[in-house]
């Protein structure tokens, strides 16, 4: 989208693109507004597509932080209480 903004930025249109035309320097006036137009559209679009990305990619982190703290939480408690039964069994057998 950025890339579109910047490419009709550099575009404009003059009354002499069009020749000797009566109205050529209110259609020249008019394409350069839309141009313009969707320019600032399509610069208002790229900046909303980063922020949403980097929403995302931000939202990302926290949820993959929390599934580790949550994997954490559960594995390191049973691999203890693992531990303690081979030490509690071995000591039975023996």
Known sequence: MTKGADFLAA?????GDFGE??????????LNDQLGKGERSLDAGGKVVRRT?????????????TD?????????????V????????????W
Do not use: F
Request: proline residues 2%; charged residues 10%; contains cysteine.
């Open 21 to 30: 035309v009566a109205a050529a320097t209110t259609l020249a006036t008019a």
């Open 68 to 80: 580790d703290n949550a994997r954490d939480t559960i594995v390191g408690p049973q691999q203890a």
């Open 53 to 65: 990305a980097n929403g995302l990619t931000s939202n990302a982190r926290v949820y993959t932080d």
């Open 82 to 93: 693992g531990a303690l039964l081979m030490v509690a069994l071995s000591d039975c057998y």
């Open 11 to 15: 575009v404009t249109v003059s009354a």
